[in-house]
């Protein structure tokens, strides 16, 4: 068996590998197991494979944008309280409510510093009752 047990999975979907890679780093050195997808449908894939236990979804990809990804991962019981975070490259004012209003359990305007990307995951995960 490859997981650790206790350790957090998280899944990336980030159609930019360096944006994929960066966030990757900031997670894996937090001490997180990281799964990553570059496309809406690979996301869904790999959700439904992979078991994660917190999303951080692109909003602007190809084939099936973060907002599609999430109106498809909601539809599934296992996936209706699970944290999904957006990362937008064009926070503008009232995306904040769009984006939470979608659904998603909160965001990040990118590029994100390593120190707030940390914080927002600790807080999401520990702030999800199992």
């Given at each position: 068996?490859?997981?650790?047990?206790?350790?957090?999975?998280?899944?990336?979907?980030?159609?930019?590998?360096?944006?994929?890679?960066?966030?990757?780093?900031?997670?894996?050195?937090?001490?997180?197991?990281v799964?990553?997808?570059?496309?809406?449908l690979?996301?869904?894939?790999?959700?439904?494979?992979?078991?994660?236990?917190?999303?951080?979804?692109?909003?602007?990809?190809?084939?099936?944008?973060g907002?599609?990804?999430?109106?498809?991962?909601?539809?599934?019981?296992?996936?209706?309280?699970?944290?999904?975070?957006?990362?937008?490259?064009?926070?503008m004012?009232?995306?904040?409510?769009?984006?939470?209003?979608?659904?998603?359990?909160?965001?990040?305007s990118?590029?994100?510093?390593?120190?707030?990307?940390?914080?927002?995951?600790?807080?999401?995960?520990?702030?999800?009752?199992?």
């Open positions: 068996m490859t997981e650790l047990a206790g350790k957090r999975r998280i899944l990336i979907a980030d159609d930019r590998a360096s944006s994929r890679e960066l966030l990757r780093l900031v997670l894996v050195r937090a001490g997180y197991d799964i990553e997808a570059e496309d809406g690979e996301a869904l894939e790999q959700a439904r494979a992979g078991n994660p236990d917190l999303i951080l979804l692109d909003l602007q990809m190809p084939r099936l944008d907002y599609g990804t999430l109106a498809e991962l909601r539809r599934e019981e296992r996936f209706r309280t699970l944290p999904i975070l957006a990362l937008t490259a064009s926070a004012r009232g995306d904040r409510e769009k984006i939470l209003a979608a659904g998603f359990t909160d965001y990040l990118k590029p994100a510093g390593p120190e707030l990307v940390r914080e927002t995951v600790a807080k999401l995960l520990d702030g999800r009752s199992e």
